[in-house]
C-alpha cells in the first residue's frame, strides 16, 4: 500500500511567520507531488504542484522536493491568519498512475 | 464559467436507503474521480473512470456505484450496502494540460438519520 505521510499538527506559528509543514512518501517511484488547501467544511483547492527536485516559489509559498529522501514539504513565507486551514500532501506514482494518494493533512493556525 | 458542480450540497439518507450524488463538468476532462472524506482524515479513493462507459474501483469501493455514460457525468450511488455511509464526497476531474493535476468540486455531505 502506497503511504504519504504528514504530521497532523495542529502546527500553530504567530502571524509574520514561515510555517513549515512535512510530507514524506512510499513509493520511491513517484513523480509528480501537489499541496492543496484545505478551509474547514470546504473542498481542497491546489496550492502548488512540483515535479523536479529542488524548489518551485510561487508568491508567499515554497515548495521543495527531494526524491532521495522521499520527502517534500511546502513553506508558507510571512503567514498569514487567512493561510489557517489544513494543508493536504497528495503524491502521484510512476508509469503514469492516474491516482492520487493523499495524506491526513495538517492543520496550520496562524495567529494574528 | 468552467468547473465541477456537485449536487446535492446536504443530503440525509435513511438506513436501508440508496441515494446517488451528481457530478457535472463542463471543462472537457477524460478523467473523474470520486473520493470520501471523513473528519480529521485524508481522502480515500472510491472509484474512478479515465474514459466514458469505463470505471475502476479505488481503494474503498464496496457499498458504492457509479456509472460514466456521458464524458461530462460521473454520478455515484451509496447503496444500503455501505455501513457508514455518514462522510464528505467530493468528486473531481483531472486536467491534462496542468500536469495533470487533480482539482476538485464543492464536495457533498452526506448524513444518515
Known amino acids: 500500500q502506497k503511504e504519504v505521510e504528514q504530521n497532523s499538527g495542529p502546527l500553530s506559528v504567530p502571524e509574520g511567520a514561515i510555517a513549515s509543514l512535512n510530507c514524506t512518501y512510499s513509493?520511491?517511484?513517484?513523480?509528480?507531488f501537489f499541496w492543496y488547501r484545505q478551509y474547514s467544511g470546504k473542498s481542497p483547492e491546489l496550492i502548488m504542484s512540483i515535479y523536479s527536485n529542488g524548489d518551485k516559489e510561487d508568491g508567499r509559498f515554497t515548495a521543495q522536493l527531494n526524491k532521495a529522501s522521499q520527502y517534500v514539504s511546502l513553506l508558507i513565507r510571512d503567514s498569514q491568519p487567512s493561510d489557517s486551514a489544513t494543508y493536504l500532501c497528495a503524491v502521484r506514482g510512476q508509469g503514469g498512475s492516474e491516482k492520487l494518494v493523499f495524506g491526513k493533512g495538517t492543520k496550520l493556525t496562524v495567529n494574528p | 464559467d468552467g468547473g465541477i458542480t456537485q449536487s446535492p450540497k446536504y443530503l440525509f439518507r435513511k438506513e436501508g436507503q440508496n441515494v446517488t450524488l451528481s457530478c457535472e463538468q463542463n471543462?472537457?476532462?477524460?478523467?473523474m474521480y470520486w473520493y470520501r472524506q471523513d473528519p480529521g482524515q485524508g481522502l480515500r479513493l472510491i472509484y474512478y473512470s479515465q474514459i466514458v462507459n469505463d470505471f475502476q474501483k479505488g481503494d474503498i469501493a464496496e457499498g458504492y456505484s457509479v456509472s460514466r455514460e456521458k464524458k461530462e457525468s460521473f454520478p455515484l450511488t451509496v447503496t444500503s450496502a455501505q455501513k457508514n455511509p455518514t462522510a464528505f464526497y467530493l468528486c473531481a476531474s483531472m486536467d491534462p494540460g496542468a500536469g495533470n493535476t487533480i482539482y476538485f468540486g464543492e464536495g457533498s455531505w452526506l448524513t444518515v438519520v
Open positions: 471543462l472537457n476532462h477524460d478523467a
Open positions: 513509493d520511491r517511484g513517484s513523480q509528480s
